[in-house]
């Protein structure tokens, strides 16, 4: 086991901040003489020995923050500083009385334990200003010894921790020329990696702090004693074989003697006898690894992002969802084993918990370089005021819960018979035949997670009321067969109803029952599904559908803030969703599937298109087959198999890069897919591989409920710029005359003829030549 050398290490330069830590101080505070053996009584309270006096070790000046860095702050071992100023007036004894005492308790703790260096704090000595003006005004006098001690305060998420200090930092306010309360106050900030238990039921697999496989399953090396703290010799032994053994005293009062062992086996030789003990395990004990006092940085954490949470640009994020925010230290887009290097690794559980964050609360992810460790933020404050949990969540479950606490109640409870229900549909279907009234029968007291996102969601459209413990009657009026289930009743569109039903003023209620054969098991996607399904089939105004997908994309915008603000069941003004049936009709039935012009662009821009959501689909319009057949076949099919968006447009991207780039698409990426909200001025690009066009629609149904994460557009639209009909460019030589072209052409063609006659009639003389006439 050999001494290593400190001053090596090569560490980035940081700031500090001294940490006067009182606590620790009482707990090293050693009242045995330093040269006490392994709890030997005899040597209580007698003076140290000086009967091998060791040299003084001179003090090693540190003229720079990154040796300071080295020396002091990243190292396992203890350092003494002698803090002064070499321009006023220093006593000349200071310095040999600091290097007294490193040679004495460097003595009793091991070669090595103590680093002994002085700091001139003298203006010149720019480098170091910035430390000793740190110190100065915390010491109570000046020039000042100053102790390191403890263990080496570590961050596994940051390479070099800004703020990394020791654990225990203290300056001697005792008689600057009294070596041995100098020495006594050292002993004090000596290396101790002796673990105090009480029974062997404490120990544990090696818990070193770099957690290395190289010392991973350490020997053990117990003292048990009636003592409650380790003697210097049980510290000096724990330095030496720091790394290669785990030390632990196990405090038993019953005992009559002290014992030492390794791993069972127990030694039998003299516990004072300090050269034996040391042979005695250095032949049991692996050997060191290199440089084992050297604090190593730990590597630098990966995080990446997996699921559908937005990585946020600022905190608070737009507060227009209800956020569960990851605070990371650093995130990369494509991490190279995601499995093990997620969030989800540090924050367990947090991707399924992403998934499950739909409608109005949104997952997202935060990278603050300066975060000492990775948390959750819940952000929950509509008008962006205080008020926000500024809470620092570790438990992912705990934040969870919180956030959806702070989601406010818009789930109405209603009494379980006739009368009771009768009052909640007098407060909305019977009143205003725009509205849609979302049945929830159930033996629950409270509201789960997913309708409470409902009812916030769809609020001002859909009033979601809440039955506990129905009675019979009134699940027989609703054809409710089993619990729990979920019923949608609305008033019935005037064109939907019985000839002898229209125009009769009165309300006629129309329901429909969930079906989890259709929209699977109760969730937050089935049952926005089940509400769409229910405008559609039931004849209601697409303004209602389309004010539910614009909310799920936008979140809860401004127009919305004045109802959630409001009491718990005031609701917006009919006026607001009223719609001409005429005019809605004709809305309805607009379908547009064509090839993307600056008129529609103009009216993308605008927001004047007929649905909530445009789906762009960038082609490359040289290859006219393909562009034909997504516009002729695909794209029709696609409209006719959504549910939210009839507007499905092919573009010619060659030709329209600039208009491309604004959704983030490059002409190499050919044909892109992109579903886009005018209103909200955001979009996400397809990434899946089939373009079929169920798989197509599907995934717009996707992003109309809030199930697709979206970003901003990157730049505006602007239809002036955009290029209605493309052609190729031909690439024209001024240099050539046609006209003299096509005459030289004709001259050439001429010849060839000519000369071809000619090669004929000779041939034909040769062969007459040949054959003589008779």
Known sequence: HTTVDHTTVDHTTVDHTVNHDTTHQDQKTIDDPI?????????????????????PIPLTPITSHLTYYN????????????????????????????????????????????????????????????????????????????????DVEKNPYKKKPKDMNRSFIASYNGPVSDVREITRWARRFAPDFVKVIVSTDELNPS???????????????????????????????????????????????????????????????????????????????????????????????????????????????PLNFYWLVAVVPNLTPSPTNPSSSSIDHHLPGFDDVS???????????????????????????????????????????????????????????????????????????????????????????????FLKNIALATDGVVDVGMITNPRDDLLQAFQIKSLPNIVIVYDTPEEMRPEDMKGNGKTLLGQAVYDTKSFGNFSFEGVIRFIYTCIRQGGLPIELEERIQMRLIE????????????????????????????????????????????????????????????????????????????????????????????????VHATCNEKFAKSFDVDIAMLPAVVA????????????????????????????????VSTQSLLAPLVPSDFIDECVLDI????????????????????EEKRLAAAAAEEEEGAAGEAVPCY
């Open 35 to 55: 040269d006490d053996p392994i709890d030997d009584p005899s040597t209580k309270d007698k003076p140290p020995s000086n009967t091998n006096t060791p040299p």
């Open 71 to 150: 020396s002091i702050l990243s190292t396992h071992t203890s350092s003494l500083v002698l803090f002064y100023t070499s321009t006023s007036t220093t006593p000349s004894s200071m310095s040999s009385h600091l290097s007294e005492t490193c040679a004495s308790v460097t003595q009793t703790f091991g070669p090595g334990s103590y680093g002994c260096y002085s700091i001139d704090c003298n203006p010149d000595n720019i480098d170091m200003q910035k430390t000793c003006q740190q110190y100065k005004e915390q010491l109570p006098t000046f020039p000042a010894y100053v102790g390191f001690g403890g």
């Open 207 to 317: 818990s070193d702090a770099d957690n290395d496989d190289q010392v991973a399953n350490l020997p053990k090396v117990l003292l048990t004693t009636d003592k409650k703290k380790a003697p210097p010799l049980l510290k000096s032994l724990a330095y030496i074989f720091y790394r290669s053994a785990e030390f632990y005293l196990i405090h038993d009062p019953n005992v009559s003697s002290p014992s030492l062992s390794l791993d069972g086996v127990p030694y039998s030789g003299a516990l004072n006898d300090k050269s034996s003990i040391i042979s005695w395990l250095e032949s049991r004990t692996p050997e060191q690894p290199e440089d084992p006092y050297r604090y190593d940085d730990y590597k630098v954490t990966e995080f990446s992002k997996r699921g559908i949470a937005e990585v946020v640009k600022e905190l608070p994020p």
């Open 355 to 449: 998934l499950g964050l739909t409608g109005v609360l949104k997952p997202g992810v935060y990278v603050d370089p300066d975060v000492e460790f990775p948390h959750l933020r819940i952000f929950t404050d509509l008008e962006g005021g205080g008020g926000r949990n500024k809470r620092k969540f570790k438990d992912v479950v705990e934040a969870y819960e919180t956030l959806v606490e702070e989601i406010p109640e818009k789930v109405s409870p209603v009494v379980g018979d006739n009368q009771g229900m009768s009052l909640f549909l007098d407060r909305n279907v019977n009143q205003n035949p725009n509205s849609i009234a979302l049945l929830v029968f159930t033996q629950k007291s409270y509201p789960p997670a």
């Open 555 to 650: 979140g809860l915008l401004e127009e919305d803030l004045e109802g959630f603000r409001a009491e718990r069941y005031k609701k917006y003004q009919s006026g607001e969703l009223g719609v001409d049936k005429e005019k809605d009709k004709d809305k309805k039935e607009k379908v547009f599937t064509g090839k993307l012009n600056k008129e529609e662009v103009e009216n993308i821009a605008k927001g004047k298109i007929s649905s909530s959501l445009a789906v762009l689909t960038f082609l490359d319009g040289y290859d006219s087959d393909s562009f034909d057949f997504w516009l002729n076949t695909k794209l029709p099919d696609s409209s006719s198999s959504s549910m939210s968006s009839k507007y499905w447009s092919a």
């Open 676 to 707: 886009y909200s005018p209103k909200a001025k955001r979009f996400v690009r397809y990434l899946g591989a089939s373009t079929e066009p169920k798989d197509l629609a599907l995934w717009v149904d996707k992003v109309a409920r809030g199930k």
């Open 731 to 750: 690439e024209e030589d001024d240099g050539i005359d046609v006209d003299e072209m096509l005459r030289e052409m004709r001259e050439e063609e001429e």
